[in-house]
């Protein structure tokens, strides 16, 4: 369901401050040993992403603070990968002012809990963040959600903790380092990933930095293959996405994550490891029985050999996928994919 207009009126500023004291009060289920804490590897990253409300929304759904809660006191990972729709724009009938008072908001639930517990987070915009859509004029049709983005991103510390080793666009194209992990973010706020980004990424990814990297990550909101029922068209996936497939695979890329679909999926696509990382709400896989579902996903690395395992929760309750009951096989549009044997089947096996 697309989410519901809102308007701005004089007592937004005092809905944020009340989601501010909200989402300070630690959800206690992160404590109390119900939300399980899979094997650690050495290194260890949390996804979690599409969970803003309705359009202009100061406020977040209640999973979104019994995310957070988990990640700080439970799974304490070495970063958190937010691949997009953060905050709600993409509206020309919102006042200027309130693209601040979003972003405001996202800092209040998410960004400041994690820099308290001193967790370096990776964002890419998605395209309620800022998109890139552009006009017949080569303008962006949503100038404005750009703007706040950048200038709330733009804050040093919005970014604390990263180890920023290729900044020429932030927040839309950087690469940064989380211990021996390198992960670059591309704008893919809208389907088109235009040849000066492919030809950053591929720069980047040609890196000493990349190079000596235990395992390469790219992020970007848009994903390759459409698996939603109601994402599965042109125009919600990334356009020409096999030549930026064979791009990431040319430069041993490990993982490509993507939200937008807000379904997940962990898949494999000719050769290329895709994590469609769902969201809070969801929408069902275009193929299969599964019903929609909120997720947020507990990826462990383990270095030598070098493994991901991937482990997700449903953040209304904790309750852990399963991974045999997701397709095997699913059908997308613009690719086929495989399920991938990374997940770690946690409802399965037990954490």
């Known amino acids: 369901m697309l989410p519901v207009r809102t308007t701005w009126n004089g007592h937004a500023r005092f809905t944020a401050l009340l989601c501010v004291l909200a989402c300070l009060t630690p959800w206690s289920a992160a404590r109390d040993g119900t939300v ?63 693209f601040a008072a979003m ?6 639930a998410v960004a400041a809990p994690l820099r308290a517990a001193r967790i370096p987070y990776v964002a890419t915009m998605g395209n309620h963040d800022a998109s890139n859509l552009r006009v017949a004029d080569g303008s962006f049709a949503f100038a404005r959600e750009r703007d706040a983005a950048a200038g709330y991103w733009a804050r040093p510390e919005h970014r604390a903790g990263l180890d920023v080793v290729a900044d020429d666009g932030a927040p839309f194209t950087f690469a940064t380092r989380l211990g021996p992990l390198f992960v ?28 000596e990297a235990s395992a390469r990550i790219v992020m970007g909101h848009l994903p390759l293959v459409g698996i939603a029922i109601g994402r599965d068209r042109q125009g919600e996936v990334v356009w020409e996405a096999a030549s930026l497939r064979d791009l990431m695979l ?15 999926y962990p898949g494999r696509w000719e050769g290329l490891e895709l994590l469609f990382s769902g969201g809070v709400g969801g929408r069902r896989l275009r193929v299969g ?18 493994t991901l395992r991937y482990t997700t929760f449903d953040p209304v309750g904790f309750e852990a996928y399963d991974a045999t009951a997701l397709p095997a096989r699913l059908d997308g549009y613009g690719g086929t994919l495989e399920r991938s044997t990374r997940d770690g089947s946690c409802a399965a096996s037990g954490c």
């Open 36 to 98: 399980p804490d899979p094997p650690r590897g050495d290194v260890r990253v949390v996804v979690f992403g599409d969970f803003n409300g309705p359009y202009g929304s100061v406020t977040y759904p209640a999973p979104v603070a019994r995310a957070v809660a988990a990640i700080i006191d439970v799974w304490r990972p070495d970063g958190v990968l937010l691949p997009g729709d953060l905050v709600a724009g993409q509206d020309r009938s919102l006042p200027i002012e309130r």
């Open 289 to 306: 029985d599964a019903p929609a579902r909120s997720a947020v996903t507990v990826v462990d690395v383990w270095l030598e050999p070098l």
């Open 250 to 264: 040319a430069h041993d890329v490990d993982l490509y994550v993507s939200g937008h679909q807000a379904a997940y």
């Open 184 to 211: 670059a973010a591309i704008d893919a706020s809208g389907p088109v990933v235009d040849a000066d980004q492919r030809a950053w990424l591929s720069a980047a990814l040609g890196t000493e930095a990349a190079r």
């Open 103 to 108: 972003w405001d908001a996202f800092d209040a």
